[in-house]
Nanobody, 126 residues
Framework: EVQLVESGGGLVQVGGSLILSCVVF????????ISWFRQGPGKEREGVSC????????YTTDSVKGRFTISRDIAKNTVYLHMDSVKPEDTGVYYCAAVFEYPLGGWSVSDEYDFWGQGIQVTVSS
């Protein structure tokens, strides 16, 4: 059974750091591109970062560039999102998602993704 399970969310202060984990079951990271999405209160879901199935390329949205870093551990079948210098606008539900074929419209096209995790809350306090 295919599953993506997120962990590591919670409450952090402005300027703080935390690490989100996404453990995948039922497929190998070598076969799927993995992305982190988020949805803030009253906002549309947006792509945060992506790591390709080959592990050679990563992509990050401008609003978190230089602060967030995506990485993976093949042996653990886990993708991470390292979040540094967090801001209140980083608050939201974070989702891990997997897609076999790279979306024609780009990595952040959420409708193209094949599998999704349940989501995990990240709250940045002022």
């Amino acid at each position: 059974e295919v599953q993506l399970v997120e962990s590591g969310g919670g409450l952090v202060q402005v300027g703080g750091s935390l690490i989100l984990s996404c453990v995948v079951f039922g497929f190998t990271l070598r076969d799927y591109h993995i992305s982190w999405f988020r949805q803030g209160p009253g906002k549309e879901r947006e792509g945060v970062s992506c790591i390709d199935k080959g592990g050679a390329y990563t992509y990050t949205t401008d609003s978190v560039k230089g602060r967030f870093t995506i990485s993976r551990d093949i042996a653990k079948n886990t993708v991470y999102l390292h979040m540094d210098s967090v801001k209140p606008e980083d608050t939201g539900v974070y989702y891990c998602a997997a897609v076999f074929e790279y979306p024609l419209g780009g990595w952040s096209v959420s409708d193209e993704y094949d599998f999704w995790g349940q989501g995990i809350q990240v709250t940045v306090s002022s």
